[in-house]
């Protein structure tokens, strides 16, 4: 049973950085492609970013909207999945999921979600 827990989110203010964290058990991360996705208040949920499997080369993308601001990465060790998220904006608020495709090398679509953590950015 695989199973994501979310953590890190909180109120930052505007400009200001966090970090999320995804802990993963019942499967080892690098062995899938993982992702994040936030959904507003109101709004239908958006992809964020992802990192392909590791024998798939373990790259990474980005929606525009976080490129240049947000980096993903994983501790294989830990198997945990990080989101690291600067200069952030009201925009920015969400509740932001980890997930896990295991079905293909990239990021196509979650077949597991974590219960997601809550970012508040305000001015």
């Known amino acids: 049973q695989v199973q994501l827990v979310e953590s890190g989110g909180g109120l930052v203010h505007v400009g200001g950085s966090l970090r999320l964290s995804c802990v993963a058990s019942g499967r080892a991360i690098n062995s899938v492609a993982m992702g994040w996705y936030r959904q507003a208040s109101g709004k239908e949920r958006e992809f964020v970013a992802f990192?392909?499997?590791?024998?798939?080369?373990?790259?990474?993308d980005y929606a525009d909207f976080v490129k240049g601001r947000c980096t993903i990465s994983r501790d294989n060790a830990k198997n945990t999945l990080y989101l690291q998220m600067n200069s952030l904006r009201p925009e920015d608020k969400a509740v932001y999921y980890c997930?896990?495709?295991?079905?293909?090398?990239?990021?196509?679509?979650?077949?597991?979600w974590g219960q997601g953590t809550q970012v508040t950015v305000y001015s």
């Open positions: 997930a896990i495709d295991v079905r293909h090398p990239v990021m196509v679509r979650g077949d597991y």
């Open positions: 990192i392909s499997r590791s024998d798939y080369g373990g790259g990474t």
